[in-house]
């Protein structure tokens, strides 16, 4: 296997090394961000709201139960938005026992993985703890294993895959962080033998790599959904193959096709094993599709990917009438709070249901006299359902572009509706999409656009028209751009006043 890591060093060795005014807070063992400030913001009010705008166009959750997720590690600029898609896979609300997070070196070759172990890390949205009992016993019981600091010292690789972390989970979470320095696969192998027992439903395993270094951007292309095709085989036998045949193509300036292998070669000698699990793209760009920033002459591939499980768990979310009822006049009640006295009233959640305080998406539509007046929504949640409620019902009211704010004069001829969304799946063809059952989610590239299930039902559109107008009239597309775009379906439970 040819040693990609010495490519990467020479790249990476001229890059400047940041400081910190943290490194003068808390234990002097903790590691402290090395590439806050290049990789993304060093100030933690505005790398929260680069987050914000990253999650806010990122591939809604799919709805599977994640086990582990494949996620890249350039500046934000140019890969954080396929990162967050990544990371919007993870359930919010699980509290995770450990979370795995597995990259590759870039600046130091050792024989074997370095595990961190004396402090935990720092990013500028404040401290991950590390599981530093586990750490020191995989150290102890593995000689391949070892608490080499250097690696991780300025290693970037799982420093940038901390923040998505810590915007996501709502609960605690402790890490063990890896970095793998060899480039012998049998060395992967034992450190697969290792990490295989923590492969469980309780822990998650985060795994960093870019794609392809530098070919021309239609050349990424090609190599990269090879490399994908390769990881989503689940044989690290045909990932071996692929990589070896990559290097050998006649592609100009492609230094390495997946600068990650190991760790990636790592996760599928514990995958293989699991006959039950799926391996999936979630999303794929490149440098060359960060405008203004990339150069379409020479870039670097990014993909998330996840490792679900085929059966999923889960039985449907459904809405009884009385959670329809409580969610219509938590709306209402929002709603003229704001408007007449700019209060958001707090609601008392001891006594809803579980369902009203599960996280899903969910559209909040204002009509007036039969006509829309507004309509905001989201599709995935960092909180209860009845917050998300209350969250569109503001926006809807107040931020919908289309339209002037809600006036109180107004207020007794409005009528609310709600759309509480199921989670998406990808399509392969159109003749999946049931119309007045299926909303549809299109996205090209930095554009995306949605029409909510009763579009169809109001609008009494053909398919054809029903894809042309979320491409055109959403998305900011054209036409037929839906053709060569992803689509996703979900279904919605939509209910409002005007039943009641």
Known sequence: MPRFWII???????????????????????RR????????????AELRKELDSLFAQAIPRQGSEVRAIITPHAGYVFSGGVAASAFNQIDTT?????????GSSHKEYF??????????????????????ALGKKLISENSFFSNYNEA??????LEVQLPFLQYKLRKPFRIVPIVIGTDDANVCKKVTHALAPYFTEDNLFVISTDFSHYPRYADALTVDRMTAQAIESNSPKKLLEVLSSNAKLPVSNLL????????????????????ELKISTIEYKNSGDSKPYGDSSRVVGYTAMTVTNTVEAKSEFSLTAIDKAKLLEISRMTLESFIKKGDVPEVDSTELSPALKAQCGAFVSLHKNGRLRGCIGQFTAHKPLYLIIQDMTLA???????????????????????????????IQSIDEITMGKHGIYITKGNYSGTFLPQVATETGWTKEEFLGHCSEDKAGLGWNDWKDADIYVYTAIVFGEKEE
């Not at 699980?94 to 597995?102: A, L, P």
């Not at 024989?111 to 530093?132: K, R, S």
């Not at 991780?152 to 690789?157: A, D, G, I, V």
């Not at 009211?397 to 969304?421: G, N």
Request: glycine share 4%.
């Open 111 to 132: 024989n074997g993985a370095a595990i961190y172990v004396d402090g935990n890390f720092i990013t500028p949205l404040g401290t991950v703890e590390v599981d530093t």
């Open 33 to 44: 961000p090395a590439v806050a400030g290049q990789f993304y913001p060093a100030d933690s």
């Open 152 to 157: 991780h010292k300025t290693e970037h690789s």
């Open 256 to 275: 390495t096709s997946l600068c990650g292998w190991s760790s990636v070669l790592s996760l599928l000698y514990i995958t293989e094993k699991h006959p």
């Open 94 to 102: 699980k509290d995770y026992q450990t979370i795995f997070v597995i």
């Open 396 to 426: 809807s009211a107040t931020q919908d572009s289309r339209f002037q704010k809600v006036t109180t004069a107004e207020l007794s001829e409005i009528e609310i509706e709600i759309s509480v969304l199921s989670p998406m799946q990808k």
């Open 8 to 30: 990467i060093l020479a790249i990476l060795l001229t890059m400047p090394e940041i400081s910190n005014s943290q490194n003068k807070m808390g234990n002097p063992s903790d």
